[in-house]
């Protein structure tokens, strides 16, 4: 089973060898700002093996893989990252093969790929823990004397392939105030240290010993997108870096993860339809359709879990002397009737062969887009044409909606004006780095009346499953009380949502926010 640390750290390089070559000695820390005593661990021998494809798609994303020998905490590591000098770090016990569990977590990145060594790290480490006057650890401090050896890839001259340096590596300690390691930095650049110009001793190692021959090809020259095509493309490329960065997320269950990939693949497909004028279209909706089918699969356990947390706020928020029978155990057992299998059948969507065909897919695509002549266009020509034809669908059905009469068929139309909006506001964010200020302001706009709209369909969503655990408290002999209480809430809440309506698309309609799209 693998266990899971956050990992804070700063890496230091030493500074330049001075004439008399004296060997380097760490600063006496026990100065440092609330560190009482500084203990040292001795020094550990540790021999890792890095892992990834032969075109390096896990070190372009930051995402490292080893498998390490030597001190605690031997076995496979898998680090992705979180921000600057924070990750975290999934642990699996020493195997002569790569777990199961790890592998799923790269799959999204590997695919059919393939993962092979590419870097052999042996490091001598000198560590060091400073503690505060409990004796607690604040901090981890090493010394580390570092071979690399490249491990695949033709190199020639004298240890082309090899590389060796010192650095000095700072790692918070758990529960540890953050601020100690800015009070540890002041110390070591005192003493000459400067910050690592490289993320990791992976980063490193490839770079000093890079094997010869034409190399990855030259990054794109800087200056950013100027047609309407580079814009999209650029917003494209975006949504599918983070369907990629969501799989491994998603798998671990982390908060938000389900919710985050299913927007990331929205926007693409939304993308898609709204500036079909920029890409072919009979390239582009098949691949729309499998988008959507990745979202409808993920979105039976999200929209369950969005469900959920409503209608527990909605019981929460109520007196006690209004919960009559066993509401909360109704409402958990419930949960679990509906959540059972969505979990496994998550997971099943991302391991098919099916999405990673699609994820295959887009990365074609991206490469060679099937650009048509309007992708060519000033971003500012073309953009907005597309971004009012959406206004206009969303106009003809929030048009529709105020039309009728209270009712299921007016929740239909709102539900369908949500959907309008949802993607008049897509349309906008896609274009805004184009567009700048203009666009915001439409955009937050349709984001207003989006969440009106979405949250006058979740009571919609809630008043059916309310009614569903009144029938079933019920036929157990339990009071059907409370949730018709809650039933009541919810109505009432649809209701407010409707009047507010023709206020929120007042606002939204202003002509000004149109003339200012088109200059």
């Given at each position: ?50 892992y990834d494809t032969a075109d390096l798609r896990l070190t372009a994303d930051h995402v490292t893989l080893r498998r390490r020998t030597g001190g605690g905490d031997e076995g496979w590591h898998l680090k992705f990252p979180v921000s600057t000098g ?309 106009a003809g059905r929030v048009g529709q909606a105020l039309a009728l009469a209270p009712g299921e068929e007016r929740d239909l139309a709102m539900h369908n004006a949500r959907k309008a909006a949802k993607r008049a506001r897509y349309a906008a964010e ?90």
């Open positions: 089973m693998a266990d899971t640390k956050r990992e804070i750290e700063r890496k230091y390089e030493l500074p330049a060898p001075s004439d008399a070559d004296e060997p380097f000695g760490l600063p006496d820390l026990t100065g440092v700002k609330g560190v009482a005593s500084v203990r040292a661990r001795g020094v550990v021998e540790l021999d890792a093996v890095y924070i990750r975290d770090e999934i642990r699996a016990p020493l195997a002569d093969t790569l777990p199961d569990e790890l592998a799923a977590l790269v799959r999204s990145r590997v695919r059919s790929a393939g993962l092979i060594p590419v870097v052999r790290l042996m490091t001598s480490r000198d560590v060091l823990h400073l503690l505060d006057a409990k004796g607690t650890p604040l901090a981890e401090v090493s010394v580390d004397a570092v071979r690399a050896q490249r491990l695949n890839g033709e190199t020639s001259g004298k240890d082309a392939g090899a590389a060796s340096w010192t650095e000095v590596e700072v790692e918070l300690g758990d529960d540890a105030d953050p601020a100690i390691l800015d009070a540890v930095e002041k110390k070591l650049r005192k003493a000459g240290l400067r910050p690592a110009s490289a993320a990791s001793k992976l980063a490193r190692a490839l770079a000093e010993t890079a094997p010869v021959g034409p190399g990855p090809a030259a990054a794109p020259a800087k200056g950013g997108p100027r047609s309407a095509g580079d814009h999209i493309l650029a917003y494209l490329r975006d949504q599918a870096d983070a369907i990629v960065a969501q799989d491994p997320a998603v798998r671990r269950d982390l908060p938000d993860s389900v919710h985050q990939l299913r927007v990331a693949t929205r926007r693409m497909r939304s993308a898609f339809r709204t500036y079909r004028r920029i890409l072919d279209r009979s390239v582009t909706d098949p691949v729309g359709d499998e988008l959507q089918w990745v979202a409808a699969e993920l979105g039976v356990d999200r929209d369950h879990e969005v469900l959920d947390e409503r209608l527990s706020s909605r019981v929460d928020a109520l007196p006690v002397t209004l919960l009559l029978g066993p509401v909360r155990g109704r409402l958990q057992t419930w949960d679990a009737a509906q959540r059972a299998g969505s979990r496994s059948r998550t997971v099943a969507v991302l391991d098919s062969e099916r999405y990673l065909t699609l994820l295959d897919t887009l990365d074609g695509l991206l490469s060679a887009p099937p650009l048509r002549p309007d992708a060519a266009q000033p971003a500012a020509r073309a953009l907005p044409r597309a971004i009012l034809k959406n206004y206009e669908r969303l896609a274009a805004r780095p184009a567009l700048g200020k203009p666009v915001k302001r439409f955009a937050n706009r349709m984001k207003a009346l989006q969440t009106a709209l979405g949250d006058h369909q979740d009571s919609v969503v809630a008043r059916e499953a309310l009614r569903d655990l009144a029938v079933q408290a019920h036929a157990a002999g339990e009071s059907a009380f409370t949730w018709g209480l809650l039933y009541g809430e919810e109505e009432a809440q649809g209701e407010r949502r409707e009047r507010e309506l023709p206020d929120l698309w007042e606002k939204a309609s202003d002509p000004r926010l149109r003339a200012d799209l088109t200059g």
